[in-house]
């Protein structure tokens, strides 16, 4: 069974900085895709970052230049590092996990940004 469990939200100040972790179990981790979506009151679940088995990385426009994806296969999990963040940031963060055709979710993590 796939397991996908997130840490590292909470509240923040605008400008400031946080990274998300995501630890996989249950799976081949180095072939899976993984990745961050969100989920902002009021608004569907938005695509963050993704990352492919090979390291390609994939990022909103609302995120380029502010947040980076990485991944340890050693260690099976994914991170969101967050800099400069914003009050339009503010979402609960999804971890994803794309793996042998279906998509498989964490429970989420709170992300605050006051401003």
């Known amino acids: 069974q796939v397991q996908l469990v997130e840490s590292g939200g909470g509240l923040v100040q605008a400008g400031g900085s946080l990274r998300l972790s995501c630890a996989a179990s249950?799976?081949?981790?180095?072939?899976?895709?993984m990745g961050w979506y969100r989920q902002a009151p009021g608004k569907e679940r938005a695509l963050v970052a993704t990352?492919?088995?090979?390291?390609?990385?994939n990022y909103a426009d609302s995120v380029k230049g502010r947040f980076t994806i990485s991944r340890d296969n050693a260690k099976r999990a994914v991170f969101l590092q967050m800099n400069s963040l914003k009050a339009e940031d503010t979402a609960v963060y999804y971890c994803?996990?794309?793996?042998?055709?279906?998509?498989?979710w964490g429970q989420g993590t709170q992300v605050t940004v006051s401003s």
């Open positions: 994803y996990a794309g793996y042998l055709r279906g998509d498989y």
């Open positions: 249950g799976l081949i981790f180095s072939i899976a895709t």
């Open positions: 990352i492919t088995s090979v390291g390609s990385t």
